[in-house]
């Protein structure tokens, strides 16, 4: 199940960040996901030795915490997104296929005319999209 | 890792024993245990020890409740059970008398007695103290079949020389260690089939056999089979979580954790040691993951996270020793993509950090249990006597019978209270902190600053916790100032709530005033996202929302208006805003409170006239949730007269104070509401000129309280930290949307008019030389002049060298082309009329002079000389600074600037030529061989005379006055050559009119050969001619002007032949005329010389044409003809042309000395003067 999404700016700071937990914990996925671009950096600054190849978004497993596990994406224009997930077995393609969808509904919200790039997401049509896909995600591969 | 025994930390060292000769055992154990591999040994002096050792009774079971592995198992097989025992027997006592023997023979028997048993090897040692104790080979023999071993181990030791000593122990040390690898190899095989032929009947012996196996292995080395062991021996423990009965649910899963601890750790260090990073990473990710789970019951829940928290420490110390000693890079790399690991799962501090998690969810969990046992105290005295049972990981009552201590097992409740009993024995907070400070440091190494600080963040509270407020601070504004940086506001919020936590026990004011503000002006709103944030371990500031916000606000406001207190901890001092302690706040450009009050203050107009009056808007911003009335706005300027006051006209409270004296104070609404700017325009008036710059704001809130906020432009801005980010209206501080961007908080005042007249008159160019005086004149209009300063100038026109003072030094007096001499005062002006604060500094570009005190209506002037050495084009500046009255503090000083561009030109231009007497021409030879790079200097024939004529060219545009012209010798050297001046001196100075040349005509005898001989310069002593000055009595003044030309050098050469031409000064049209061609040879030789003569078709000749003469030395041949002129006029005399035959060299008289004026009659002259003195003219050619 996934516990947390994030849009993260080129500046590192936080665009768009939504827990799906019942849990209190929150704050601890927020500290998670900012730990994480310290990752982020990490292999953005060392291709070679992570063994990222060129023009590829998709970063793959972050770190596992205690009881999550984090993946990350990277677009072009340096926003990063981060995904935080309970699940121990999560098979590579289902979160490829989620940050394709993921990053298609950042694409449309910042196309919006009065979206000021930089700025914190505020649209809610972009958090009903996120949350379906939230949902969505890794029925195909179980079902 | 300390807490594990030395046996499990340490790979095991095969053990051997010593029995007899205890004298050598010291040499012999030291040398076993420095070898690679060591061999520990266990010396024991005579035969009774041993066979008390080992003759001891094993325990069996008193009852096997389900133990899996004996505590001291492995401490036993290090220490007590030797694999190999050799007996010493001196070669005395085995050679010796039959008693000896025998006493020999039973202790042998003894030893085999003990050791047979228990598989352990026996070896005979004989020592032989000296190399000629020779024992019989029968005795040997007989030895042998006693002792019941092969050859080989019965050894000779011989320790009476080196040599023998060394060869002696190397024997002993292979043979030891042969038979230590036979023994544990034949005890690990006999449990191998144990383990295989699966004959026992529970999964505790199956664990313990595997171990056991395992362990052998070590003992020999074999790491691929320890390790396939352990591995085996922890897959069983694992199934049997669900199975094992034989104990009470808590204790089993107690005992197989700690089994499963020990096992796991020795997979790990063998797979680390072996280098297989990467494997050992992904076997404790499998243990961690097959453990997670098995937390127990909740009461003894701790003991879980106590466990799992070393689990992660022992595996970070590992990690953190591996990687010292094996730099496996690569295997990282590699290992990150085949198994799928991360980066951060190769670091220790990673585990560090989850060490000090687990140890806080133990500490957590350890409190809610204690609280629960609480009302169960009583039974404690009974934990008291619980100790560690002879089974790893089990506990048991010690019950004391008369002497014998028997053990009785324990039921879980017991165990229970003896759990939470020693669970309060210890201190979690240190250790926390001490793992969390690892992972800090070590991920602030690895500039991963995010986690850093995550772990900074976490020790901050841990110190909280125990009261170290200034760790916790430090640590706490590293985060927040992070947080700030990358606007992540909720952390920040939490940080920030801990931050003022800090500051209110430390019973710091100030800070938990500005923590507070802070917080209540973070960007945190109602949004979706936040209100999501439902803390659970919720900061001390409460829940980050806008709610929480107002609430500080207030909490705040009445803090500082003296209503309500702030309860400190620390000297439990209540500590109150009042007349007492005020508080001040400072609010900078990076401060992170301009969320809280940010003034921006612009000057509607760039540049302002003094004393004219001009708007300034000051726009204030609060981000703060609930309005904020301000009491008194105080501007300030860097000019302090122009500071006003702004009262707020809607307070009843703030009553206008007419404090400062003649200060502007106006009054408008203070009342600031979130997000909206609070524009106040008004005008100032400037007294002063230069920059004119608000600095700052100072907004008084409450009687006691005050936030002095600096100003900032609008136009240089910068955002808002943290709001930037959110997606609010942003608006501009002002309405003009031009001066919004582009408004500054400062402005120029200009200086006012200067009422001065500064005249530069130069007449024309300057000459170079000349001392050019350039008159300057000061003209007081409107403004008197008071303590004025001229500044003077001297810039190179095309920007080259600048002639300042700076640059003076390093410059050669060459560089300086352009020079100012001095200033000369106004006439008339004395010394001693200029008063003692009268500077002057005259340097060579710059000049700095006073001008007096001039009332209005006077003028003041002086000159500048400034002499030019080199023609060129120079910028003159000139700039007077000077007070409009006499009081300078007040008055301010005024600049007026002038520039003037002046050319330097060329006064005169020598220009001179050599000439040889008419008609003579003697045969230099330097000018027939040429030899290229002599051709520069002009060739004078020795003890001749020649004529040297200089003229010099007036080439500026005014008549020059010469006085006179010489050749000087430059040194003073005595010439080798006699040089004088033909005609007479000047008697009075020559006018000079711009074009005209003056000509002088020297005599030059040179006296010596020479190839370079300097002829001097010559002196030209002249001045402007200017019919004003003639006038004046200025002449005697007026200096001449000297100025120097260098000559040439020239050569001085001897020549060997002279040719010279004799005919008449003219000659009539018919009348016959001699024309003599003479050649006189100079040298000492006779010289072969060839003639010829051209015809000439204005005359008719007589004599021969061409012929050879030969010339005698020192004489000379005269070649005559007669000659009648056919034509008048100029006419051209027949060209002779003289061939050396010595120095094969031709030549042939000029044209123009071989010209003849022909008269057509016979000339009458009347003017006999003139005729006189033209006709002597030519004849002294």
Same mark, same amino acid.
């Given at each position: 199940?996934?516990?947390?999404?994030?849009?993260?700016?080129? #500046?590192?700071?936080?665009?768009?960040?939504?827990?799906?937990?019942?849990?209190?914990?929150?704050?601890?996925? $927020?500290?998670?996901?900012?730990?994480?671009?310290?990752?982020?950096?990490?292999?953005?600054?060392?291709?070679?030795?992570?063994?990222?190849?060129?023009?590829?978004?998709?970063?793959?497993?972050?770190?596992?915490?205690?009881?999550?596990?984090?993946?990350?994406?990277?677009?072009?224009?340096?926003?990063?997104?981060?995904?935080?997930?309970?699940?121990?077995?999560?098979?590579?393609?289902?979160?490829?296929?989620?940050?394709?969808?993921?990053?298609?509904?950042?694409?449309?919200?910042?196309?919006?005319?009065?979206?000021?790039?930089?700025?914190?997401?505020?649209?809610?049509?972009?958090?009903?999209?996120?949350?379906?896909?939230?949902?969505?995600?890794?029925?195909?591969?179980?079902? | 890792?300390?807490?594990?025994?030395?046996?499990?930390?340490?790979?095991?060292?095969?053990?051997?024993?010593?029995?007899?000769?205890?004298? $050598?055992?010291?040499?012999?154990?030291?040398?076993?245990?420095?070898?690679?591999?060591?061999?520990?040994?266990?010396?024991?002096?005579?035969?009774?020890?041993?066979?008390?050792?080992?003759?001891?009774?094993?325990?069996?079971?008193?009852?096997?409740?389900?133990?899996?592995?004996?505590?001291?198992?492995?401490?036993?097989?290090?220490?007590?059970?030797?694999?190999?025992?050799?007996?010493?027997?001196?070669?005395?006592?085995?050679?010796?008398?039959?008693?000896?023997?025998?006493?020999?023979?039973?202790?042998?028997?003894?030893?085999?007695?003990?050791?047979?048993?228990?598989?352990?090897?026996?070896?005979?040692?004989?020592?032989?103290?000296?190399? &000629?104790?020779?024992?019989?080979?029968?005795?040997?023999?007989?030895?042998?079949?006693?002792?019941?071993?092969?050859?080989?181990?019965?050894?000779?030791?011989?320790?009476?020389?080196?040599?023998?000593?060394?060869?002696?122990?190397?024997?002993?040390?292979?043979?030891?260690?042969?038979?230590?690898?036979?023994?544990?190899?034949?005890?690990?095989?006999?449990?191998?089939?144990?383990?295989?032929?699966?004959?026992?009947?529970?999964?505790?012996?199956?664990?313990?056999?595997?171990?056991?196996?395992?362990?052998?292995?070590?003992?020999?080395?074999?790491?691929?089979?320890?390790?396939?062991?352990?591995?085996?021996?922890?897959?069983?423990?694992?199934?049997?979580?669900?199975?094992?009965?034989?104990?009470?649910?808590?204790?089993?899963?107690?005992?197989?954790?700690?089994?499963?601890?020990?096992?796991?750790?020795?997979?790990?260090?063998?797979?680390?040691?072996?280098?297989?990073?990467?494997?050992?990473?992904?076997?404790?990710? %499998?243990?961690?993951?097959?453990?997670?789970?098995?937390?127990?019951?909740?009461?003894?829940?701790?003991? $879980?996270?106590?466990?799992?928290?070393?689990?992660?420490?022992?595996?970070?110390?590992?990690?953190?020793?591996?990687?010292?000693?094996?730099?496996?890079?690569? &295997?990282?790399?590699?290992?990150?993509?085949?198994?799928?690991?991360?980066?951060?799962?190769?670091?220790?501090?990673?585990?560090?950090?989850?060490?000090?998690?687990?140890?806080?969810?133990?500490?957590?969990?350890?409190?809610?249990?204690?609280?629960?046992?609480?009302?169960?105290?009583?039974?404690?005295?009974?934990?008291?006597?619980?100790?560690?049972?002879?089974?790893?990981?089990?506990?048991?009552?010690?019950?004391?019978?008369?002497?014998?201590?028997?053990?009785?097992?324990?039921?879980?409740?017991?165990?229970?209270?003896?759990?939470?009993?020693?669970?309060?024995?210890?201190?979690?907070?240190?250790?926390?902190?001490?793992?969390?400070?690892?992972?800090?440091?070590?991920?602030?190494?690895?500039?991963?600053?995010?986690?850093?600080?995550?772990?900074?963040?976490?020790?901050?509270?841990?110190?909280?916790?125990?009261?170290?407020?200034? &760790?916790?601070?430090?640590?706490?504004?590293?985060?927040?100032?992070?947080?700030?940086?990358?606007?992540?506001?909720?952390?920040?919020?939490?940080?920030?709530?801990?931050?003022?936590?800090?500051?209110?026990?430390?019973?710091?004011?100030?800070?938990?005033?500005?923590?507070?503000?802070?917080?209540?002006?973070?960007?945190?709103?109602?949004?979706?996202?936040?209100?999501?944030?439902?803390?659970?371990?919720?900061?001390?500031?409460?829940?980050?929302?806008?709610?929480?916000?107002?609430?500080?606000?207030?909490?705040?406001?009445?803090?500082?208006?003296?209503?309500?207190?702030?309860?400190?901890?620390?000297?439990?001092?209540?500590?109150?805003?009042?007349?007492?302690?005020?508080?001040?706040?400072?609010?900078? !450009?990076?401060?992170?409170?301009?969320?809280?009050?940010?003034?921006?203050?612009?000057?509607?107009?760039?540049?302002?006239?003094?004393?004219?009056?001009?708007?300034?808007?000051?726009?204030?911003?609060?981000?703060?949730?609930?309005?904020?009335?301000?009491?008194?706005?105080?501007? %300030?300027?860097?000019?302090?007269?122009?500071?006003?006051?702004?009262?707020?006209?809607?307070?009843?409270?703030?009553?206008?104070?007419?404090?400062?004296?003649?200060?502007?104070?106006?009054?408008?609404?203070?009342?600031?509401?979130?997000?909206?700017?609070?524009?106040?325009?008004?005008?100032?008036?400037?007294?002063?000129?230069?920059?004119?710059?608000?600095?700052?704001?100072?907004?008084?809130?409450?009687?006691?309280?005050?936030?002095?906020?600096?100003?900032?432009?609008?136009?240089?801005?910068?955002?808002?930290?943290?709001?930037?980010?959110?997606?609010?209206?942003?608006?501009?501080?002002?309405?003009?949307?031009?001066?919004?961007?582009?408004?500054?908080?400062?402005?120029?005042?200009?200086?006012?008019?200067?009422?001065?007249?500064?005249?530069?008159?130069?007449?024309?160019?300057?000459?170079?030389?000349?001392?050019?005086?350039?008159?300057?004149?000061?003209?007081?209009?409107?403004?008197?002049?008071?303590?004025?300063?001229?500044?003077?100038?001297?810039?190179?026109?095309?920007?080259?060298?600048?002639?300042?003072?700076?640059?003076?030094?390093?410059?050669?007096?060459?560089?300086?082309?352009?020079?100012?001499?001095?200033?000369?005062?106004?006439?008339?002006?004395?010394?001693?009329?200029?008063?003692?604060?009268?500077?002057?500094?005259?340097? %060579?570009?710059?000049?700095?002079?006073?001008?007096?005190?001039?009332?209005?209506?006077?003028?003041?002037?002086?000159?500048?000389?400034?002499?030019?050495?080199?023609?060129?084009?120079?910028?003159?500046?000139?700039?007077?600074?000077?007070?409009?009255?006499?009081?300078?503090?007040?008055?301010?000083?005024?600049?007026?600037?002038?520039?003037? %561009?002046?050319?330097?030109?060329?006064?005169?231009?020598?220009?001179?030529?050599?000439?040889?007497?008419?008609?003579?021409?003697?045969?230099?030879?330097?000018?027939?061989?040429?030899?290229?790079?002599?051709?520069?200097?002009?060739?004078?024939?020795?003890?001749?005379?020649?004529?040297?004529?200089?003229?010099?060219?007036?080439?500026?545009?005014?008549?020059?006055?010469?006085?006179?012209?010489?050749?000087?010798?430059?040194?003073?050297?005595?010439?080798?050559?006699?040089?004088?001046?033909?005609?007479?001196?000047?008697?009075?100075?020559?006018?000079?009119?711009?074009?005209?040349?003056?000509?002088?005509?020297?005599?030059?005898?040179?006296?010596?050969?020479?190839?370079?001989?300097?002829?001097?310069?010559?002196?030209?002593?002249?001045?402007?001619?200017?019919?004003?000055?003639?006038?004046?009595?200025?002449?005697?003044?007026?200096?001449?002007?000297?100025?120097?030309?260098?000559?040439?050098?020239?050569?001085?050469?001897?020549?060997?032949?002279?040719?010279?031409?004799?005919?008449?000064?003219?000659?009539?049209?018919?009348?016959?005329?001699?024309?003599?061609?003479?050649?006189?040879?100079?040298? #000492?030789?006779? #010289?072969?010389?060839?003639?010829?003569?051209?015809?000439?078709?204005?005359?008719?000749?007589?004599?021969?044409?061409?012929?050879?003469?030969?010339?005698?030395?020192?004489?000379?041949?005269?070649?005559?003809?007669? !000659?009648?002129?056919?034509?008048?006029?100029?006419?051209?005399?027949?060209?002779?042309?003289?061939?050396?035959?010595?120095?094969?060299?031709?030549?042939?008289?000029?044209?123009?000395?071989?010209?003849?004026?022909?008269?057509?009659?016979?000339?009458?002259?009347?003017?006999?003067?003139?005729?006189?003195?033209?006709?002597?003219?030519?004849?002294?050619?």
């Amino acid at each position: 199940m996934i516990v947390c999404v994030a849009v993260v700016g080129h #500046q590192n700071n936080p665009l768009y960040i939504q827990s799906f937990t019942e849990a209190d914990d929150a704050l601890k996925l $927020h500290h998670i996901v900012h730990c994480s671009l310290d990752v982020v950096d990490e292999r953005v600054n060392n291709p070679k030795k992570s063994g990222l190849t060129l023009n590829e978004t998709f970063l793959g497993l972050l770190y596992p915490t205690e009881n999550y596990k984090v993946y990350g994406y990277l677009t072009n224009t340096k926003v990063k997104f981060i995904l935080v997930t309970t699940d121990l077995d999560v098979r590579d393609a289902d979160v490829r296929n989620f940050f394709r969808r993921f990053h298609a509904a950042y694409v449309d919200a910042v196309s919006n005319p009065f979206h000021v790039p930089g700025k914190r997401i505020t649209s809610r049509t972009f958090a009903e999209r996120v949350s379906n896909i939230v949902k969505s995600f890794g029925l195909s591969s179980a079902g | 890792m300390e807490e594990y025994p030395e046996e499990l930390r340490t790979p095991p060292v095969a053990l051997v024993s010593l029995v007899g000769c205890a004298e $050598h055992h010291s040499l012999i154990s030291s040398f076993l245990n420095a070898e690679q591999p060591p061999i520990n040994t266990l010396a024991l002096p005579d035969f009774s020890k041993i066979t008390h050792l080992l003759s001891k009774p094993t325990r069996s079971d008193p009852d096997n409740n389900g133990g899996i592995l004996k505590r001291d198992w492995l401490l036993k097989h290090r220490t007590r059970v030797p694999a190999v025992v050799a007996a010493l027997f001196s070669s005395d006592h085995v050679a010796g008398d039959p008693a000896q023997w025998l006493r020999v023979c039973t202790d042998i028997e003894n030893l085999k007695n003990v050791s047979r048993p228990k598989n352990i090897k026996l070896i005979v040692v004989v020592v032989q103290s000296s190399s &000629n104790d020779e024992i019989s080979e029968d005795r040997m023999i007989a030895l042998r079949k006693r002792a019941e071993i092969d050859a080989k181990y019965s050894v000779i030791f011989n320790a009476s020389d080196d040599l023998l000593l060394k060869q002696s122990l190397h024997r002993l040390r292979s043979t030891f260690a042969e038979l230590a690898n036979v023994y544990y190899k034949d005890e690990g095989r006999k449990i191998k089939t144990r383990v295989e032929k699966k004959s026992f009947n529970s999964h505790e012996l199956n664990v313990r056999y595997c171990f056991k196996v395992a362990v052998y292995a070590e003992f020999r080395r074999d790491w691929v089979e320890a390790l396939r062991f352990y591995e085996d021996a922890y897959q069983i423990l694992r199934e049997m979580v669900g199975t094992a009965k034989k104990l009470p649910l808590i204790q089993r899963l107690v005992q197989i954790k700690t089994v499963a601890e020990q096992l796991h750790f020795k997979i790990s260090t063998l797979l680390l040691h072996g280098g297989k990073v990467a494997e050992a990473i992904t076997w404790f990710r %499998q243990h961690n993951v097959s453990y997670r789970r098995l937390v127990g019951p909740t009461d003894v829940a701790f003991l $879980h996270w106590e466990w799992m928290s070393r689990q992660f420490l022992v595996f970070a110390e590992l990690l953190e020793t591996s990687s010292k000693t094996i730099h496996s890079n690569s &295997n990282i790399t590699s290992g990150t993509i085949d198994l799928a690991l991360t980066e951060w799962e190769f670091l220790p501090a990673y585990y560090y950090q989850l060490a000090a998690h687990h140890l806080k969810e133990k500490r957590a969990t350890l409190e809610l249990s204690i609280t629960m046992s609480e009302t169960a105290d009583e039974i404690d005295s009974n934990a008291e006597s619980v100790a560690p049972s002879i089974y790893v990981g089990q506990f048991a009552r010690l019950l004391e019978q008369g002497d014998a201590l028997t053990m009785q097992s324990l039921t879980d409740e017991e165990y229970t209270h003896y759990a939470i009993a020693e669970g309060k024995r210890f201190q979690d907070s240190f250790e926390i902190i001490a793992f969390l400070k690892k992972a800090y440091e070590s991920f602030s190494n690895l500039k991963a600053q995010r986690i850093a600080h995550l772990c900074g963040f976490h020790l901050a509270k841990e110190y909280f916790g125990v009261g170290d407020l200034s &760790n916790a601070k430090q640590l706490l504004d590293a985060a927040a100032s992070l947080y700030r940086q990358e606007g992540w506001v909720t952390l920040l919020w939490e940080v920030l709530g801990y931050l003022r936590e800090c500051s209110r026990k430390s019973g710091s004011m100030k800070e938990f005033i500005e923590y507070s503000l802070e917080l209540a002006a973070l960007p945190v709103s109602s949004d979706s996202w936040i209100q999501s944030l439902r803390y659970k371990e919720c900061s001390p500031a409460g829940p980050a929302s806008l709610a929480q916000r107002e609430i500080i606000q207030k909490e705040v406001f009445e803090l500082v208006s003296g209503e309500t207190r702030l309860q400190s901890v620390e000297g439990n001092s209540d500590l109150k805003v009042n007349g007492e302690n005020p508080l001040h706040l400072e609010i900078d !450009l990076v401060s992170p409170l301009r969320l809280v009050l940010l003034a921006s203050v612009a000057f509607h107009e760039p540049i302002i006239k003094p004393g004219a009056s001009t708007s300034i808007t000051v726009s204030l911003l609060s981000q703060l949730p609930l309005p904020v009335d301000i009491d008194k706005l105080e501007v %300030q300027f860097n000019q302090s007269e122009c500071n006003f006051v702004i009262t707020n006209s809607e307070s009843t409270s703030a009553a206008v104070s007419s404090g400062q004296h003649g200060r502007q104070i106006e009054s408008a609404p203070l009342a600031l509401i979130t997000n909206k700017w609070l524009r106040l325009t008004y005008d100032v008036k400037p007294e002063h000129s230069g920059k004119l710059e608000c600095i700052y704001v100072i907004a008084k809130m409450r009687p006691h309280f005050t936030i002095c906020c600096g100003a900032e432009s609008p136009a240089s801005m910068e955002d808002l930290p943290l709001w930037k980010f959110e997606d609010r209206a942003e608006t501009f501080p002002i309405k003009d949307p031009a001066l919004a961007f582009s408004g500054q908080k400062a402005a120029q005042v200009e200086e006012p008019e200067p009422q001065v007249d500064l005249i530069l008159g130069a007449t024309g160019p300057a000459l170079v030389g000349e001392c050019f005086a350039i008159p300057v004149t000061v003209v007081c209009k409107d403004h008197a002049i008071f303590s004025g300063e001229l500044k003077i100038n001297l810039v190179d026109v095309k920007g080259g060298g600048l002639f300042s003072p700076r640059e003076e030094e390093p410059f050669s007096m060459d560089s300086h082309h352009v020079e100012l001499l001095g200033v000369s005062g106004p006439e008339g002006e004395d010394e001693s009329l200029v008063g003692p604060d009268k500077i002057k500094k005259i340097q %060579q570009s710059f000049g700095l002079v006073s001008v007096p005190v001039l009332k209005h209506g006077e003028s003041w002037s002086c000159k500048l000389e400034i002499k030019w050495h080199r023609p060129k084009p120079v910028m003159l500046f000139v700039s007077l600074g000077y007070f409009p009255d006499n009081n300078e503090s007040t008055s301010q000083r005024i600049h007026v600037h002038k520039s003037l %561009q002046i050319e330097g030109k060329t006064a005169v231009v020598f220009s001179h030529q050599f000439m040889l007497p008419f008609r003579q021409d003697p045969l230099l030879l330097s000018r027939i061989k040429s030899v290229p790079g002599s051709d520069q200097l002009a060739s004078l024939p020795l003890n001749e005379n020649s004529v040297l004529v200089i003229s010099a060219k007036n080439s500026s545009e005014v008549p020059l006055l010469l006085q006179s012209m010489s050749i000087e010798v430059d040194d003073g050297i005595e010439r080798p050559c006699t040089l004088q001046h033909s005609g007479m001196d000047l008697l009075s100075p020559a006018h000079l009119v711009p074009g005209e040349e003056f000509k002088k005509v020297f005599t030059v005898i040179p006296g010596v050969e020479y190839t370079s001989l300097d002829l001097g310069s010559v002196c030209l002593r002249w001045r402007r001619n200017s019919e004003k000055e003639d006038l004046s009595t200025s002449d005697a003044i007026k200096d001449w002007v000297l100025t120097k030309h260098k000559l040439p050098n020239v050569k001085v050469e001897s020549f060997p032949l002279v040719l010279s031409l004799e005919c008449p000064p003219y000659a009539v049209l018919g009348d016959p005329f001699m024309f003599l061609i003479k050649i006189q040879n100079q040298t #000492q030789l006779l #010289q072969e010389v060839k003639f010829s003569l051209a015809d000439a078709q204005s005359f008719v000749l007589s004599g021969s044409h061409s012929d050879t003469v030969f010339v005698l030395p020192k004489s000379e041949h005269t070649l005559s003809y007669k !000659l009648v002129p056919l034509a008048s006029g100029s006419q051209q005399l027949p060209r002779v042309t003289v061939t050396s035959a010595r120095y094969s060299a031709t030549f042939q008289p000029s044209v123009t000395a071989s010209t003849v004026f022909i008269f057509p009659s016979k000339p009458h002259f009347t003017t006999t003067d003139m005729g006189d003195n033209k006709l002597e003219l030519i004849s002294t050619e």
